[in-house]
């Protein structure tokens, strides 16, 4: 089974419009990390947010705020007042506990009109 | 630069032969993680180190593949007799410890052809 299931290939999104990137994982560890991840067409991938397992609070940064539903096993990063800029590959990824490596999903395409 | 630097960007090689991959991680950054990357997929672990030593390589898919990190900062992963297959962009990325924040560079695309 997937562990990270990103089931948007692509989205469109007007500027300035808030929009919803969906992400579900799967682990049966209590104790997990989850990130999200840009990547522009130059290739690199850019670090957005994070949300620890046992966080309390979803996580906000600028624009972009992550929301997780721990039952659901979701963790959908919300990017508010879309920008022309945001049109990229965004990945979603799980680190695990004993694990010091990321599983990506397979990602989703933004892409972001005027 | 501060950042994750990959050299080349770009590599062509032809089928079955050897090719070297070059990460230059962020100063003072003890773990330094390789990922391989298809087309339409997200990236896939390769191999991880911290310090000079492969702390997990349980990604690397054969044993064409290997990675050294001698002196506990550059890396470079290494491809014997390469094939059409091995083709993806590969990206590396390093984080100041274990389980921190990972910042990627900006990946060198291989082709076989």
């Known amino acids: 089974a997937q562990k990270i299931t990103q089931t948007q290939p692509g989205m469109f999104v007007q500027e300035k419009e808030a929009v919803t990137l969906d992400c579900t994982y799967d682990?049966?560890?209590?104790?997990?990390?989850l990130f999200w991840y840009k990547q522009p067409s130059s290739g690199e991938m850019i670090f957005l947010i994070y949300?620890?397992?046992?966080?309390?609070q979803n996580a906000t940064e600028g624009r972009y705020s992550l929301n997780f539903q721990k039952a659901r096993k979701s963790a959908n990063l919300v990017i508010s007042a879309s920008q022309l800029g945001d049109s990229a590959m965004y990945f979603c990824?799980?680190?695990?506990?004993?694990?010091?490596?990321?599983?990506f999903g397979k990602g989703t395409m933004l892409l972001v009109s005027p | 630069g501060a950042g994750v630097s990959q050299t080349p960007s770009n590599k062509v090689t032809e089928k079955g032969k050897y090719v070297e991959l070059r990460c230059d991680p962020i100063?003072?950054?003890?773990?330094l993680y390789w990922y391989r990357q298809s087309l339409g997929q997200g990236p896939e672990f390769l191999i991880y180190?911290?310090?000079?030593?492969?702390?997990?390589d349980s990604g690397l898919p054969n044993d064409r593949f290997f990675a050294v990190r001698p002196e506990g900062s550059v890396s470079t992963l290494k491809i014997q007799r390469t094939e059409r297959g091995d083709s993806a962009v590969y990206l590396c990325?390093?984080?100041?410890?274990?389980?921190?924040?990972?910042?990627f560079g900006q990946g060198t695309r291989l082709t076989v052809v």
């Open positions: 990325a390093s984080s100041f410890q274990r389980n921190t924040e990972a910042f």
């Open positions: 682990t049966s560890d209590p104790s997990y990390g």
């Open positions: 949300q620890g397992s046992y966080d309390q």
């Open positions: 990824a799980m680190r695990e506990v004993g694990y010091s490596t990321l599983t």
């Open positions: 100063s003072g950054h003890t773990a």
């Open positions: 180190f911290q310090g000079t030593g492969a702390a997990d």
